[in-house]
């Protein structure tokens, strides 16, 4: 089954910095991949997702890349606040004509910490 | 205000004893899921149900069991087979797209911690 890698695991970074999370996927024929932060206490929410057949999505200060060749994807977050402090999530999802599953398998999570 | 509903927050369990936690949600969607959420392991699918009266095994169902009576309801029970469950755990549920390819809504989780 999909299997996705998450790194790192904790970033610290000062306010106004740019923060990466990198992602990494294992079934070439996965073609959905979400990310999600979770804030203390809460459950997860969808901050941008992007699809296969696209390189590059934005959303004011995120952005979503893929490389389906080397099957990899990274979360930018340009000029950091502290509010976006939280765990994030990177998920991947494969068709289930393949698996016949219908669920999206998620990263390990990354604490980022924005430092004011 | 539409959502997913999941109960209770905190639950304190002896060793041996079955417990189920409640999940409900009113954004008349129809797929529902639960995740278990452990530290340095991300979210790992328990079990899902795409309709009602059907559900399928995630990851990690051993030791879990669900039932899918109504659309709005999902209940999970973590019964006293599952070897390791003191965890975090997450509902969620999406509306019927193509496969895989929709948002997921979480509740807030509910944290089991057994003594």
């Known amino acids: 089954g999909e299997n996705v890698e998450q790194h790192p695991s904790t970033l610290s970074v000062q306010e106004g910095d740019s923060a990466v999370i990198k992602c990494t996927y294992s079934?070439?024929?996965?073609?959905?991949f979400p990310w999600y932060k979770q804030e203390l206490g809460k459950g997860p929410q969808l901050i941008i997702d992007i699809r296969s057949n696209v390189g590059e999505k934005k959303d004011q200060r995120i952005a979503v890349t893929l490389n389906k060749t080397a099957k990899h994807f990274s979360l930018h977050i340009t000029e950091t606040q502290p509010e976006d402090s939280a765990v994030y999530f990177c998920a991947a999802s494969t068709p289930p004509r393949d698996t016949g599953r219908r669920a999206l398998t998620f990263g390990s999570g990354t604490r980022l910490q924005v430092q004011p | 205000d539409g959502g997913i509903t999941q109960s209770p927050k905190y639950l304190f369990r002896k060793e041996g004893q079955n417990v189920t936690l409640s999940c409900e949600q009113n954004?008349?969607?129809?797929?529902m899921y639960w995740y278990r959420q452990d530290p340095g392991q991300g979210l790992r699918l328990i079990y899902y149900s795409q309709i009602v009266n059907d559900f399928q095994k995630g990851d990690i169902a051993e030791g879990y069991s669900v039932s899918r009576e109504k659309k709005e309801s999902f209940p999970l029970t973590v019964t006293s087979a599952q070897k390791n469950p003191t965890a975090f755990y997450l509902c969620?549920?999406?509306?019927?797209?193509?496969?895989?390819?929709?948002?997921?809504?979480f509740g807030e989780g509910s944290r089991l911690t057994v003594l």
């Open positions: 954004l008349n969607h129809d797929a």
């Open positions: 969620a549920s999406s509306p019927r797209q193509r496969p895989n390819t929709g948002e997921l809504f």
């Open positions: 079934d070439s024929a996965s073609n959905y």
